[in-house]
């Protein structure tokens, strides 16, 4: 059984840094591409950022760029999100979820992922 599941969140000023956690079980982990997604309240779930398996390509939305930096661990079945520079706008639950596909483009919508994790919580006050 795969299991997802994030830590990290809470509350913060903007400004801030949090870094999530996304501990993976169930899997090989180390073949699976992972991301970042996030959801506002009412919104479609978002791309935020995405490691491949190895680690050596990654991407991120327009939004986080320059803030925002994902990474990944196989030796701990772990993939991180440090998130500097919070902003109010930055307020969501963040997801992870990975993917079994290895090659080709990271893929950066909700329906090219296998699993998901849970979610946790980001609220940045202004």
């Known amino acids: 059984q795969v299991q997802l599941v994030e830590s990290g969140g809470g509350l913060v000023q903007a400004g801030g840094s949090l870094r999530l956690s996304c501990a993976a079980s169930?899997?090989?982990?180390?073949?699976?591409?992972m991301a970042w997604f996030r959801q506002f309240p009412g919104k479609e779930r978002e791309f935020v950022a995405v490691i491949s398996w190895s680690g050596n390509r990654i991407d991120y939305a327009d939004s986080v760029k320059g803030r925002f930096t994902v990474s990944r661990d196989n030796a701990k079945n772990t993939v991180y999100l440090q998130m500097n520079s919070l902003k109010p706008e930055d307020t969501a639950v963040y997801y992870c979820?990975?993917?079994?596909?290895?090659?080709?483009?990271?893929?950066?919508?909700?329906?090219?992922?296998?699993?998901w994790g849970q979610g946790t919580q980001v609220t940045v006050s202004s």
């Open positions: 169930g899997l090989t982990f180390s073949t699976y591409t």
């Open positions: 979820a990975a993917d079994r596909s290895r090659y080709g483009s990271l893929p950066q919508r909700v329906h090219e992922y296998d699993y």
